[in-house]
């Protein structure tokens, strides 16, 4: 199963760095660049691994690590800081931080302790990997998708990214650039065509009518949403 990083960093060239190699060693990653941002975005759940900043806008890392903790979040937390004081390092782990790396760092250290991490958390039930969307079942272990009349189609790789992208935050508009991130990597040249044909081959699967879609919906000049039940 493909995990769930956020990158909490306020140096944009640095997080997006980090950000592309997460989704290069395979999983889902995502930055956001100030802690109440972070915080907003892990009500909505479906993070396995916070990389966390402590010097951020707006309220700083410790505070969002003591947030989280004090709203019962357990999930694990890699503090990444330049801040290399030992009263620093144990703040963070007085409050529950899961691992403490100093910057500059190695990018290769940091992706094996976010995968031993990773590798510690608590699984996610087997069930998360089945999603109902309207009539339809998608099975992400078995890249399949069964349709309202028991029929069964095989998914892409790229089908699969998109769909576990969206389905993690329904409801939720994901900007073309994000997708187009996550499923071709940041440096990939996926044309906009190319995530159109993606998102034509979901609906034909997904939809009884492609031209009045009840469930893939495109939100003109941002990107799509997903609504697992369907909208009348």
């Excluded at 951020?56 to 709203?71: K, W």
């Amino acid at each position: 199963m493909t995990r769930w990083c956020l990158v909490v960093e306020d140096e944009s060239p640095l997080g997006e760095m980090v950000v592309d190699n997460l989704v290069a060693d395979g999983m889902f990653a995502e930055l956001v660049r100030d802690g109440r941002s972070a915080l907003e975005r892990l009500e909505r759940g479906g993070v396995d691994l916070v990389i966390l900043d402590i010097m951020l806008p707006f309220v700083d890392g410790f505070e969002v690590l003591r947030q989280m903790r004090a709203r019962g979040d357990d999930t694990p937390v890699l503090i990444l800081s330049a801040r290399q004081a030992d009263d620093d390092r144990i703040r963070g782990l007085e409050l529950r931080a899961d691992d403490y790396l100093t910057k500059p760092f190695n990018l290769r250290e940091l992706l094996l302790r976010a995968r031993a991490l990773l590798r510690r958390a608590a699984p996610t039930p087997a069930g998360a990997d089945v999603v109902g969307i309207g009539e339809a079942l998608v099975d992400f272990r078995a890249h399949e998708i069964q349709v309202a009349d028991g029929s069964r189609r095989r998914l892409s790789d790229s089908e699969v990214k998109l769909l576990r992208l969206l389905t993690f935050r329904p409801g939720e508009v994901v900007s073309r650039k994000e997708i187009l991130d996550h499923v071709y990597g940041s440096s990939a040249l996926a044309a906009t065509r190319t995530l159109d044909n993606l998102v034509l081959a979901l609906r034909r699967a997904l939809e009884s009518d492609t031209r009045h879609p009840r469930h893939l919906h495109t939100v003109r000049g941002v990107g799509f949403r997903l609504t697992l039940a369907p909208e009348s």
